[in-house]
């Protein structure tokens, strides 16, 4: 089992950034692919990046290509998502996952078997 939680959301204006972590507790953080998910109000959990157990690949929606960069300190026990421009339509809560399953990328809840309780990130236009 794995333990996660996440930090750094807020509020920002549009077109600020903002860095979010995940610190991982409990099994061997590098045995996982993590991912980072997203949920708006009224809206279903959807998919923003993934990246492999090294951090060797990543993966990300379109919505947030170019802008968003996901990477990972495994000597750290750390997954960071770096969100650059951002834009009203990325306010929501944000979750990291970890997932034990060897496939990649995974962008589906399901491919999960690890949650964090989520980070809000609030940005103004």
């Known amino acids: 089992q794995v333990q996660l939680v996440e930090s750094g959301g807020g509020l920002v204006q549009a077109g600020d950034s903002l860095r979010l972590s995940c610190a991982a507790s409990g099994r061997t953080f590098s045995r996982f692919h993590m991912g980072w998910f997203r949920q708006a109000p009224g809206r279903e959990r959807e998919f923003v990046a993934a990246?492999?157990?090294?951090?060797?690949?990543?993966y990300y929606a379109d919505s947030v290509k170019g802008r968003f960069t996901i990477f990972r300190d495994n000597a750290k026990n750390t997954l960071y998502l770096q969100m650059n421009s951002l834009k009203p339509e990325d306010t929501a809560v944000y979750y990291c996952?970890?997932?034990?399953?060897?496939?990649?990328?995974?962008?589906?809840?399901?491919?999960?078997?690890?949650w964090g309780q989520g980070t809000q990130v609030t940005v103004s236009s």
């Open positions: 990246i492999s157990r090294t951090g060797g690949n990543t």
């Open positions: 996952a970890a997932s034990e399953d060897g496939g990649f990328p995974h962008t589906l809840l399901y491919d999960y078997d690890y």
